[in-house]
């Protein structure tokens, strides 16, 4: 068996395509330094990143296949499921090494996976893009966020999706909120970025613990206005339910109850 081991990233995957068409190997699986080698591995290659490898690999790969499959491959490598970066890998191979498009010959076992997966990923973007709530708050720590004035305020969102979708939500909000300050946070992953009113910049929280309490904002952070924002909606929301038709069930199919903790209509109404 033959192991690759590269950095994880998307360049160095590319720089694996790269050396697996130059040693004509193709290998088994793929490793980093940290990970634990499988028991059957008698062969192994470290793969070395190359700007010129992954610019040449990148450019003739977009040139094979479409925006829709480019766009794919990358739904699948954000997923961070086992051995999804092998599948993007062996794909990539199949791309190159046929004469004719593979985009939907679904009978092979790669082309369906990344069908799927990458239909799965776009669900949990659009889910994201649905349900998340920001909260404006005052920046509660001199350094969260760059080139960040204190008496201003910022609009700021926690998520914990399943796959790793907040890259994919960026243009989206920046488009629709260019004329304000922003921030979402991605707890699960410990990431997010900050919207300047120019540039989305990526950014990691200094003291997590104390602006995020129980997957929620701290409610001392929120600005006056919010917290009164947030109060009445919780009563406008509870003044138009009709308690003999929650339906649970159908609420939990078009809004997933992981959702629920980081939406204030859902939280219990303060008197």
């Known amino acids: 068996m033959l192991a690759f081991y590269y950095d994880k990233s998307f360049e160095g995957l590319l720089c694996a395509v790269f050396d697996a068409f130059k040693l004509k190997k193709m290998p088994e699986c793929l490793l980093t330094v940290e990970q634990i080698e499988p028991l059957l ?31 794919h491959l990358m739904y699948v490598w954000l997923s961070e499921l086992p051995e999804s970066d092998l599948t993007v ?39 994201v893009m ?36 907040l890259p ?17 946070y991605d707890e699960k992953r410990e990431y997010g970025y900050f919207y300047n009113l120019h540039t989305v910049e990526p950014v990691s929280l200094i003291n997590k613990d104390d602006l995020i ?9 929120l600005t006056k206005e919010e917290a009164l924002f947030q109060t009445m909606w919780q009563r406008y929301c509870n003044a138009l339910t009709i308690k003999e038709r929650i339906n649970p069930k159908l609420q939990r199919q078009q809004m997933p109850s ?12 303060l008197k």
Do not use: G
């Open 213 to 221: 309490i129980h997957n929620q904002v701290n409610q001392q952070y």
């Open 41 to 71: 591995v008698s062969d192994r290659h470290h793969v070395e990143f190359s700007e010129s490898k992954y610019q040449r690999v990148r450019v003739a790969l977009i040139k094979k296949v479409s925006k829709i499959a480019l766009r």
């Open 130 to 165: 649905q349900f998340i709530r920001f909260n404006a708050i005052s920046n509660p720590l001199n350094s969260e966020f760059e080139h960040h004035d204190n008496n201003d305020k910022v609009y700021f969102s926690v998520i914990a999706p399943i796959y790793n979708v």
């Open 89 to 127: 890998f062996r794909y990539i191979c199949k791309v190159f090494k046929s004469s004719q498009s593979i985009e939907t010959d679904f009978a092979d076992h790669d082309v369906l996976t990344v069908h799927d997966i990458a239909k799965k990923v776009s669900r949990e973007r659009h889910r």
């Open 258 to 269: 992981r959702f629920w903790h980081y939406l204030p209509e859902m939280r219990p109404v």
């Open 168 to 184: 994919l939500v960026l243009r989206f909000f920046k488009e629709r909120f260019a004329d304000q300050k922003w921030a979402i």
